[in-house]
């Protein structure tokens, strides 16, 4: 859905502009979800508290609240993509976006939330819908949407249902979340339950239609744009978190992806059924403490899926917290068999993998990751640095590595600002060395990013 009259929000772009370039909440910069949620705006998100109750059907609407976010980012992309033609042009992105919501209160357990989103940008960058092919890609669409509007109804004890558009995030938005880096984030259609009545358990449970994607609804203007912008679906989803052992939390899910003909066609997406079982927790170590998380995932073909295969997923992360610091070590693995590899379509695929990008559609012959990442803060400014092997599971490729840096500092809880480097080094510079390995986006890339946020 788009909105066609966009005079307004143009102005205010204009009116924020010079503002925006003071601000941004702490976004995703690294595989755990608690590096980017904490800052991150979930509002209308499963996670978040019901609204308050009213008296009167008009007080619902008139004791709502707003939401407002504004957010501005440089980004620039050098990626030469040899053997593929003319090289890429360095692209060159500024972008602003503002999010503005309300949310009613709650009458007789029913509530709701409208959310608009307007991106504005310059156009020396391919945003994958504005024709720009000769630059190199950054997935931030102009555009003007219907963020999120939904219906809510918390009036079953310990229990809150959504219909309409809204976000989804579970656990650390590895198989399901609402790509909280880019500017244009991925919300659902769906109908979504969760219950909280058992013991120290959420259950959460929905029924997705269609993924709104990143490329934004602009992008069924260009001929296969219809592919990149929606995702239809008839899509089951569930997910069960259980906290009570207190050094753990122990989580069980089933994705189910049935995707339409329209989106499964050239085979960008394909349907698949995920089953698996997450554990994260840490312990005591003096004044330390001691932190560790192991996952493991079977995916295979589901309904209509042309292919007859099943692949894997494994995490294993362990690592320390001295207060001063925190450091990781971790192995992921995407199974491949040479001809299907495991795919996460839903997912934040920006906190995993590398902030280059390299890796959104896992190679066909799988990946594997070795990474290594610390975290400090000086002075009130968070200090990261991230580093990854990235190897093949099936055969004996190497595909690069990479060397990720941050540094965010949090002014207030309306102002923040943050830098980032990425640099992925490809093992093998060449497109017949990237063709070989099945790895076809494993070029150098180098990014960076200024960005800064408001949040009210």
């Known amino acids: 859905m788009k909105l066609k009259n966009r ?4 102005q205010m772009s204009l009116v924020f502009t010079p503002l925006a370039l003071l601000a941004l909440a702490p976004q995703a910069y690294s595989a755990d ?14 996670y978040t508290p019901a609204p308050k109750a009213a008296g009167t059907f008009t007080e619902a ?22 053997g593929t033609g003319a090289p890429l042009k360095d692209a060159h992105a500024a972008t602003l976006r503002l999010r503005l919501g309300y949310e009613t209160a709650e009458y007789m357990g029913f509530g709701g939330l409208v959310q ?37 109804y918390s009036g079953i004890p310990q229990t809150r249902v959504k219909f309409g558009r809204q976000l989804i995030r579970l656990d650390n938005d590895r198989w399901v979340g609402n790509v909280v880096w880019r500017q244009n984030q991925q919300t659902y259609d769906a109908t979504s339950v969760v219950n909280k009545s058992l013991p120290d358990t ?73 089953v698996g079982a997450r554990f994260k927790g840490d312990a005591p170590m003096g004044d330390n403490k001691i932190l560790y998380a192991a996952e493991y995932a079977s995916q295979s073909d589901y309904k209509d899926n042309p292919s007859d295969y099943r692949v894997h997923y494994t995490l294993l992360e362990g690592g320390v917290d001295v207060k001063a610091a925190q450091f990781k070590v971790g192995y992921e693995l ?84 943050g830098t980032r480097y990425a640099r992925f080094r490809a093992d093998n510079n060449t497109a017949a060395a990237a063709a070989a390995s099945g790895c076809a986006t494993c070029f150098d890339t180098s990014k960076f990013w200024v960005y800064g946020a408001m949040n009210f």
């Open 7 to 10: 005079t307004l929000f143009q």
């Open 33 to 46: 979800y608690a590096d980017y949620a904490a800052g991150g705006s979930n509002v209308g998100g499963l």
């Open 61 to 82: 609407f008139t004791g709502g609240k707003v939401t407002a976010n504004l957010q501005a980012r440089y980004e620039n992309v050098d990626q030469p993509a040899p």
């Open 116 to 152: 608009i989103e307007h991106i504005s940008a310059n156009d020396a960058y391919n945003s994958r819908v504005n024709g720009r092919t000769n630059y190199s890609v950054v997935a931030d669409a102009k555009v003007t949407e219907l963020n999120q509007a939904y219906i809510s």
């Open 202 to 274: 959420t259950i959460t449970a929905a029924f997705i239609t269609n993924a709104n994607r990143v490329f934004s609804d602009a992008s069924i203007d260009n001929g296969t744009g219809a592919l990149l912008g929606n995702h239809h679906m008839r899509s089951p989803i569930f997910n069960v978190k259980y906290t009570g052992l207190g050094f753990a939390e122990v989580v069980g899910y089933g994705y189910f992806l049935d995707y339409d003909p329209s989106a499964r066609a050239f085979g960008l997406a394909n349907s698949t059924r995920t």
């Open 334 to 417: 995407l199974s491949g068999n040479g001809k299907q590899s495991l795919q996460t379509p839903l997912a934040t695929l920006f906190a995993f993998n590398g902030w280059a990008d390299v890796f959104l559609v896992t190679p066909r012959n799988g990946l594997q990751d070795i990474y290594v990442n610390a975290r400090t803060t000086v002075a009130g400014i968070v200090l990261g640095a991230d580093y990854h092997d990235f190897q093949a599971d099936h055969g004996s490729s190497k595909y690069g590595t990479e060397i990720d840096l941050i540094a965010t500092k949090q002014i207030d809880k309306t102002y923040s600002v």
